[in-house]
C-alpha cells in the first residue's frame, strides 16, 4: 500500500520567508512525528501527534516553527521568516499507536535557505 | 540529557564480510531502535530491541539494558547494505520522543 507522502521534496528559499511543509501519513496511523535531519547529522525530534492528544512541542527549536495535524490525518509543519541553519531535511514519520517497530518514514524534504 | 554514542563512525568493508556496529547510551531507556538511511536518503527501521535479541535476514541485533549498550550485526555484507546506521533511544519518561546517534556510515565495496 501507499507509504508516507512528503510535499514539496524540494523547497529553496529566501531568508525571511515562510514555508509550509506537508505531511501524508499511511491511512490509519494515529501517531505522526516530525525530525530534523542538518546535513551529516543525525535525526532531531521536533513534535509527536497522537490522535486527538495534545502534541508534544518539546522538540521544536524555537516559536518560529508550529505543526498542526487536521482531521487526525495530514499534517502541516510552518517555519516563519526563515533562516539558514533551518537548512536541513524534513523527515515525517507515522506508526499505529504504541507500535514504533512499525514506524514507516517518508521521502523527507529537502529545505535550502539562501 | 541522555547521550547516545555509536561507532565507529565510518567503516568500510568488502562484499562478503561481517561487521559489528555499536551503541553505547547514558542513562535507561524505555526504547531502542535501529535504522537504516540508504544513500537516497530513505529511513527504514531494522529493529525495535528494547532488550534481548532479534535477528532478521542477514541482520541481527542485541541489546543489554543493564549495561546500556546494543549492537547491530551484519553478516555477509552486500553492497546495498551500504548508507548510515541510526542508533535511536526513547529514555524513560520520553513520551515517544526519540534521541539519535550521529550514526555509523558503512561502504560496502564489490
Known amino acids: 500500500g501507499a507509504g508516507v507522502s512528503q510535499s514539496p521534496s524540494n523547497k529553496v528559499t529566501e531568508k525571511g520567508k515562510d514555508v509550509e511543509l506537508r505531511c501524508d501519513p499511511i491511512s490509519g496511523h494515529t501517531a505522526l512525528y516530525w525530525y530534523r535531519q542538518s546535513l551529516g547529522q543525525g535525526l532531531e525530534f521536533l513534535i509527536y501527534?497522537?490522535?486527538?492528544?495534545?502534541?508534544?512541542k518539546s522538540g521544536l527549536p524555537s516559536d518560529r516553527f508550529s505543526a498542526e495535524r487536521t482531521g487526525g490525518s495530514v499534517s502541516t509543519l510552518t517555519i516563519q521568516r526563515t533562516q539558514q541553519e533551518d537548512s536541513a531535511v524534513y523527515l515525517c514519520?507515522?506508526?499505529?499507536?504504541?507500535?514504533?517497530?512499525?514506524?514507516?518514514f517518508g521521502p523527507g524534504t529537502r529545505l535550502l535557505v539562501l | 540529557g541522555i547521550q547516545v554514542e555509536q561507532s565507529p563512525p565510518d567503516l568500510i568493508l568488502q562484499e562478503g564480510a561481517n561487521s559489528t556496529l555499536r551503541c553505547n547510551f547514558s542513562?535507561?531507556?524505555?526504547?531502542l531502535q535501529w535504522f537504516h538511511q540508504n544513500p537516497w536518503g530513505q529511513l527504514i527501521n531494522l529493529f525495535y530491541?528494547?532488550?534481548g535479541t532479534k535477528q532478521n535476514g542477514r541482520l541481527s541485533a542485541t541489546t543489554v539494558a543493564t549495561e546500556r549498550y546494543s549492537l547491530l550485526y551484519i553478516s555477509s555484507s552486500q553492497t546495498t547494505d551500504s548508507g548510515v546506521y541510526f542508533c535511536?533511544?526513547?529514555?524513560?519518561?520520553?513520551?515517544?520522543?526519540?534521541?539519535f546517534g550521529a550514526g555509523t556510515r558503512l561502504a560496502v565495496h564489490p
Open positions: 501527534f497522537q490522535g486527538n492528544s495534545a502534541p508534544d
Open positions: 542513562d535507561s531507556v524505555n526504547n
Open positions: 535511536a533511544v526513547e529514555r524513560i519518561g520520553g513520551y515517544n520522543k526519540l534521541i
Open positions: 514519520a507515522s506508526s499505529l499507536a504504541g507500535i514504533r517497530d512499525r514506524e514507516s
Open positions: 530491541i528494547p532488550s
